[in-house]
């Protein structure tokens, strides 16, 4: 399974941006999709969870600015990322819990990360 993040870049403070990652491989069900970031000399912290039912959740840090989206026709998770700060800047990698044709279980699968910078 391959993931293709896209979107990131450099926004001023309080401006949106949008993360796609794309799914592909031979994948047979995803389950939990999501987006965490990184920030330098940090450990990679969730930004945002969505399970195959729709369920969400985000922490107290993006509640309310970030909002987490699928398309399961496309093996597709979004993320929309509205009134950032500075202290959003971090590199952001999207995460597919994933089972593949023969595997009886999800694996998790990650992007390669895209630098997202807020610029105050």
């Known amino acids: 399974v391959q993931l293709q993040a896209s979107g990131g870049g450099l926004v001023q403070a309080g401006g949106s941006l949008r993360l796609s990652c794309a799914a592909s491989?031979?994948?047979?069900?995803?389950?939990?999709m999501g987006w965490y970031r990184q920030h330098p000399g940090k450990q990679r912290e969730l930004v945002a969870r969505?399970?195959?039912?729709?369920?969400?959740n985000y922490p107290d840090s993006v509640k309310g600015r970030f909002t987490i989206s699928r398309d399961n026709a496309k093996n597709t998770v979004y993320l929309q990322m509205s009134s950032l700060k500075s202290e959003d800047t971090a590199v952001y990698y999207c995460?597919?819990?994933?089972?593949?044709?023969?595997?009886?279980?999800?694996?998790?699968?990650w992007g390669q990360g895209t630098q997202v910078t807020v610029s105050s």
């Open positions: 491989g031979r994948i047979f069900s995803i389950d939990t």
């Open positions: 969505i399970t195959s039912d729709g369920s969400t």
């Open positions: 995460r597919v819990d994933a089972k593949t044709h023969g595997l009886g279980y999800a694996i998790a699968y």
